[in-house]
């Protein structure tokens, strides 16, 4: 089962630099196996197409190495509080994507212009408070996880499942590794697509809600009817 783990978390990983979300060695992908305890994660600094299965690292959710050689990723602590405070997640994806990163350095939701957007997300894309002088220091990363799970107290996480960290950048998260890496995708495409909206029309009006919850609802909930059956591959 773990080596199945590892397999998930590493299709997720490759599939980053496919759909253009990553530069360099940015971002990262983790898969969670809930039964067991156990997430495997990115190893950091490793370029993606060196990397293999094996190199997957294995921590629990209290951050200690279960197996792998290498160091895991710097953003592991990130993904752990949210595994934690999440129930349903079974994966996160965090990138340095261009527009989603664009929005979360200038501190703006990414807000619901288009149907596109309604597909995916329940309402705007919400963006972190900064973080304060004390909690840049030593438990950044952990932190960071903090503030992204504060940004959702009252709200439920798999009606929206991104966020963009105030002047650093996206994570999003779902059911399964490949559902995160979905949701990245979806992010980022409606950043670029809101970023261009905005240049357009810097004033668009507020968005119909009778319209965005259709196009949520005939996705997501008891009564969707888009598509067929569930399909847990990495988007390609």
């Known amino acids: 089962m773990l080596k199945e783990l590892k397999r998930e978390a590493y299709e997720a990983n490759r599939a980053l630099p496919r759909h253009g979300l990553v530069h360099l060695n940015f971002g990262n992908a983790s ?4 039964a067991r305890g156990v997430v495997a994660i990115k ?3 490793v370029d993606y197409d060196r990397l293999k299965p094996s190199d997957m690292v294995l921590v629990d959710l209290g951050g200690a190495r279960v197996e792998g050689s290498l160091r895991p990723s710097s953003d592991t602590p990130t993904h752990l509080e949210i595994f934690r405070s999440f129930a349903h997640v079974g994966g996160v994806v965090h990138t340095h994507s261009a527009h ?6 200038a501190r703006r939701p990414v807000p619901v212009l288009g149907t596109t957007h309604a597909d995916f997300f329940s309402g705007p894309v919400p963006v972190t408070r900064q973080l304060t002088r004390r909690e840049t220091g030593s438990g950044y990363e952990a932190e960071t996880g903090r503030v992204i799970v504060e940004t959702f107290l009252g709200t439920d996480p798999d009606l929206c499942p991104a966020v963009l960290v105030a002047r650093h950048g996206p994570f999003a998260w ?3 590794a490949a559902k995160a890496v979905e949701h990245a995708v979806a992010l980022e495409f409606c950043a670029q697509l809101a970023f261009l909206s905005l240049a357009l029309r810097p ?11 259709r196009h949520f609802s005939r996705k997501h909930g008891p009564g969707a009817y888009y598509g067929q059956a569930q399909d847990s591959r990495i988007p390609r």
């Open 203 to 213: 004033s668009p009006g507020t968005f119909p809600a009778a319209l965005l919850d």
């Open 43 to 45: 190893p950091s600094g």
């Open 31 to 34: 898969a969670i196996d809930r």
């Open 174 to 176: 779902g059911a399964t």
């Open 100 to 105: 989603a990163t664009a929005f979360a350095q």
